[in-house]
C-alpha cells in the first residue's frame, strides 16, 4: 500500500496516539474534529498578508537576507520506499510561507501564535522537515524549491495593547524565531518507523492518555432506565 502523509498529522495525530494515526491512514477513519476559534485563522490570514513579498529583515533579524515569495501552496513528494517494509508513502501537505534568500537557497517559516517554547519546536520539526523533502524530492509537477537552507518557526506572542482611536485596539506581540534543523537522514529515520505502524496488519493499542480512544469505554453499556412520572 501506499499512504499519504500529511506533514500535520506526524506532527500532532502521530505524537498524540499512534491508534488514530493508523486508522486514519489506513482507513480514513478520523478523529472528531474540534474547529479552532475563527480568531486565530483570522491571525494567520493576516500575517501572511502583511509579509507577502516583504523582505526577511522586516520577519526577524536572525534570517538571511531575502524576501517572502510563496504563501500557502500545496507540496506532493515523490513515493518514499524503505527495505524494511512493504508499505510506501509520500507526502502531501501546505506550508505557510517560503522565502527566497539572497545566494539562491530557501527557507520555510511556520506562524505560531502563542508563547515559544523548545519543546514546541521539537514537535513541528516533524512537519517543517516534511515540507522540506517533498520540497526538494517533488512528486512529477508538483512544485519544487532547492536547496533548502532554514527551517524554522515564527512565534508572535501578544505583549502589550495600544489605542489610537475609540473604535481599534492594536495588540503588540513579541516575535520569536526558532530555527529548527534540516535533517534528510533523521527525517526517513522517522519515516521508516511510521511504515513500520502503517505495515502492520491492525491497529496497534491505544495511548493511555488518547480521550478519543478511552470515550467508548466510558459510554453506559445499556440504556437507563426509565423514570416513571407520577
Known sequence: MNYKLSPSD???????????????????VTQPSIPLPAV????????KDHYDGKRTNELHAALPAGFVS??????KSVIINSTNHNATCYI???FDI?????????????????????????LYSRQLQAYAYAL??????????????????????PSKTSQQSIEKLAFESEITWIEVENNEQDFLGFVDEVLGILD???????DPRCQWCA????????????????
Request: charged content about 20%; proline content about 7%; overall charge positive.
Open 92 to 94: 502531501s501537505g501546505r
Open 10 to 28: 506526524l506532527t500532532f495525530l502521530y505524537s498524540g496516539c499512534k491508534r488514530c494515526f493508523y486508522n486514519k491512514v489506513v482507513h480514513g
Open 136 to 157: 526538494q524530492r517533488p512528486a512529477q509537477n508538483a512544485l519544487t524549491l532547492s536547496p533548502i537552507a532554514k527551517l524554522g518557526l515564527l512565534y508572535f506572542y
Open 200 to 206: 502492520k496488519p491492525e491497529a496497534i493499542e491505544s
Open 70 to 75: 510563496h504563501g500557502e501552496q500545496y507540496v
Open 40 to 47: 486565530f485563522s483570522k491571525i494567520a490570514a493576516l500575517l
Open 215 to 230: 470515550y467508548p469505554k466510558k459510554l453506559p453499556t445499556s440504556a437507563p432506565l426509565q423514570r416513571k412520572l407520577f
Open 98 to 122: 517560503v522565502v527566497t534568500f539572497d545566494d539562491d537557497t530557501y527557507g520555510i517559516i511556520d506562524f505560531k501564535t502563542g508563547k515559544p517554547s523548545n519543546e514546541s519546536a521539537k
